[in-house]
C-alpha cells in the first residue's frame, strides 16, 4: 500500500515532530533523501539552480565520505544540510545506543541539527532523545512515491501536485532509482506545467 502522507498518529502523539510548516504562508520545502549520489546530486543540483528552487538535503554521511565534492556543492549552492544517519540505519531493528551514536557520527560531518530517520522509522525513546539533543526532526507531508517502481511518473506528479499545499514538506527518496522519475517532473512538466503551477502559487524554501 503506498501512503502519500505519514500515518495521522504521527501528528497526535508525537507534536515535536515536523511534517509542514504554516498553512498560511505560500511556502513550499522540497527535500531529498539519501544522497550524495555521483549519478544523481550533480542532475538535481543543476535543475534546482536552474528553476531557482532552494531545497534541503537529508544525507547518509556515509555517502558524502565518498563524494565529499558534492556535498561541498550543495552548500554552496545555498541548500540546507540534514542528517539521514551515517548508515542508513531502520530504527527500528536497531537498539538506542548504536541507533544515536550513528547519528552522532553521521553529524560529525555533516554538522546539522536537523534529522530525518530513515524509512520514516523511531522509536519514542529516540525521538525523546533526539529532542533534548536539540534535534529537529523533519518527517513530511507529501511523499511523492518516486521510489516505487509501481507508480508511473504520471502518478508521482500527480500525488505531488494534488497534495501539495501551503507549508508542505515534499519528499523526494532514492536517489539512484529516481532519476529517470525525478527528469521527468522536473524538466518535461517543469518547463511548462510543474514550473507554473508550483511557481505561481508557491515559494520554494529550505530549511
Ligand atoms: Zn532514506
Known amino acids: 500500500m503506498?501512503?502519500?502522507?505519514?500515518?495521522?498518529?504521527?501528528?497526535?502523539?508525537?507534536?515535536?515532530?515536523?511534517?509542514?510548516f504554516s498553512r498560511s504562508d505560500k511556502k513550499i520545502y522540497l527535500t531529498f533523501d539519501d544522497g550524495v549520489n555521483e549519478k544523481t546530486t550533480p542532475f538535481i543540483l543543476e535543475n534546482l539552480k536552474k528553476?531557482?528552487?532552494?531545497?534541503?538535503?537529508?544525507?547518509?554521511a556515509k555517502n558524502v565520505l565518498k563524494?565529499?565534492?558534492?556535498?561541498?556543492?550543495?552548500?554552496?549552492q545555498?541548500?540546507?544540510?540534514?542528517?539521514?544517519?551515517?548508515?542508513?540505519?531502520?530504527?527500528?531493528?536497531t537498539s538506542n545506543d548504536i541507533f544515536i551514536e550513528n547519528i552522532e557520527k553521521a553529524n560529525?560531518?555533516?554538522k546539522t541539527k536537523l534529522f530525518r530517520p530513515p524509512y520514516g522509522r523511531l522509536k519514542p525513546s529516540q525521538i525523546?532523545?533526539?529532542s533534548k539533543k536539540n534535534y529537529k526532526i523533519f518527517y513530511w507531508d507529501v511523499l511523492s512515491g518516486d521510489y516505487s517502481?509501481?507508480?508511473?511518473?504520471?502518478?508521482?506528479?500527480?500525488?505531488?501536485?494534488?497534495?501539495?499545499?501551503?507549508?508542505?514538506?515534499i519528499v523526494r527518496k532514492k536517489f539512484f532509482i529516481c532519476n529517470f522519475k525525478i527528469k521527468i517532473i522536473f524538466l518535461q512538466k517543469n518547463e511548462k506545467n510543474e514550473k507554473k503551477i508550483f511557481h505561481n502559487k508557491f515559494s520554494f524554501n529550505s530549511f
Not at 500515518?7 to 509542514?20: E, Q, V
Open 108 to 110: 560529525k560531518i555533516l
Open 67 to 76: 563524494y565529499p565534492f558534492l556535498f561541498e556543492e550543495i552548500k554552496k
Open 128 to 130: 525523546k532523545f533526539l
Open 2 to 20: 503506498f501512503f502519500v502522507r505519514p500515518p495521522f498518529f504521527i501528528k497526535i502523539f508525537f507534536p515535536y515532530i515536523i511534517c509542514n
Open 149 to 169: 517502481n509501481k507508480l508511473t511518473k504520471f502518478k508521482i506528479l500527480e500525488n505531488v501536485i494534488n497534495n501539495t499545499k501551503n507549508g508542505s514538506i
Open 78 to 93: 545555498g541548500h540546507q544540510i540534514g542528517n539521514h544517519t551515517f548508515d542508513h540505519l531502520d530504527a527500528w531493528k
Open 51 to 60: 528553476f531557482e528552487v532552494k531545497a534541503s538535503f537529508f544525507l547518509i
